[in-house]
């Protein structure tokens, strides 16, 4: 009766312990095909989160573009076929001015000036400003866009692009002198100057291949400048 009773609590123990051992092992198996679902279901789930980010910013990026674009050829348009009327008083006001302007003061004498200080000019801030000023006196008149032409500057401008960085300083100074540029070359008399100068293209293109990313609407001026003169 005591073997009996020994026999049945021996075989007891070796019951619950060979259920201790399975069960440890069906555990093992169950998380190591856990980790295994995770991790696959992790890599899946991101490769198509970056898919559709991708294609967000893509669409992004193209309605973006497609709003620059409208935005360059409504505002070509308008200044092409209704002439502003501030801009037209503008330019008769530069027009009367250098009429009654000393030769001293005319500006295809300063001009120079203005070009080599802006080569001596050490900071963008100063450049900036001198190149603003140049700007609407060519969007106003275009003996100033002349007087730009004949005193050998476009080269002078071409280099400032050429020589600009990425920075947004740079690149505000770079944006100001593309819109001198268009407006040098949307006089009749001046209109074919700027593509004359050996390298206008080649900087032109290669500023586009380097901000049509970062910078879009500085890569629309630049494209709409080459549509223009070309």
Same mark, same amino acid.
């Given at each position: 009766?005591?073997?009996?009773?020994?026999?049945?609590?021996?075989?007891?123990?070796?019951?619950?312990?060979?259920?201790?051992?399975?069960?440890?092992?069906?555990?093992?198996?169950?998380?190591?095909?856990?980790?295994?679902?995770? *991790? &696959?279901?992790?890599?899946?789930?991101?490769?198509?989160?970056? /898919? $559709?980010? !991708?294609?967000? %910013?893509? =669409? @992004?990026?193209?309605?973006?573009?497609? *709003? &620059?674009?409208?935005?360059?050829?409504?505002?070509?348009?308008? /200044? $092409?076929? !209704?002439?502003? %009327?501030? =801009? @037209?008083?503008?330019?008769?006001?530069?027009?009367?001015?250098?009429?009654?302007?000393?030769?001293?003061?005319?500006? $295809?004498?300063?001009?120079?000036?203005?070009?080599?200080?802006?080569?001596?000019?050490?900071?963008?801030?100063?450049?900036?400003?001198?190149?603003?000023?140049?700007?609407?006196?060519?969007?106003?008149?275009?003996?100033?866009?002349?007087?730009?032409?004949?005193?050998?500057?476009?080269?002078?401008?071409?280099?400032?692009?050429?020589?600009?960085?990425?920075?947004?300083?740079?690149?505000?100074?770079?944006?100001?002198?593309?819109?001198?540029?268009?407006?040098?070359?949307?006089?009749?008399?001046?209109?074919?100057?700027?593509?004359?100068?050996?390298?206008?293209?080649?900087?032109?293109?290669?500023?586009?291949?380097?901000?049509?990313?970062?910078?879009?609407?500085?890569?629309?001026?630049?494209?709409?400048?080459?549509?223009?003169?070309?």
């Amino acid at each position: 009766e005591r073997f009996a009773r020994l026999r049945s609590s021996a075989r007891v123990i070796q019951r619950w312990y060979r259920h201790l051992r399975v069960g440890r092992r069906d555990r093992a198996k169950y998380l190591l095909l856990r980790k295994a679902c995770v *991790t &696959l279901q992790a890599h899946c789930r991101g490769r198509l989160g970056r /898919r $559709r980010a !991708q294609a967000l %910013r893509r =669409v @992004r990026i193209q309605n973006h573009a497609a *709003t &620059l674009i409208q935005a360059v050829w409504r505002g070509w348009y308008l /200044r $092409r076929h !209704q002439p502003v %009327r501030a =801009v @037209r008083q503008a330019c008769r006001k530069v027009q009367r001015a250098n009429d009654a302007a000393r030769e001293c003061q005319q500006l $295809r004498n300063r001009l120079p000036l203005i070009i080599q200080q802006l080569l001596k000019s050490k900071y963008l801030s100063t450049m900036s400003d001198i190149l603003q000023s140049l700007e609407l006196m060519t969007l106003a008149s275009e003996s100033c866009s002349q007087a730009v032409v004949t005193s050998h500057s476009l080269p002078v401008l071409l280099q400032l692009i050429a020589g600009s960085n990425r920075s947004d300083a740079s690149l505000h100074v770079v944006k100001t002198t593309i819109r001198l540029l268009a407006n040098v070359s949307k006089w009749p008399s001046t209109s074919s100057s700027v593509f004359q100068c050996p390298a206008a293209a080649a900087t032109l293109a290669d500023l586009v291949h380097k901000v049509h990313l970062t910078h879009p609407d500085l890569a629309a001026l630049c494209c709409t400048l080459l549509l223009h003169c070309t």
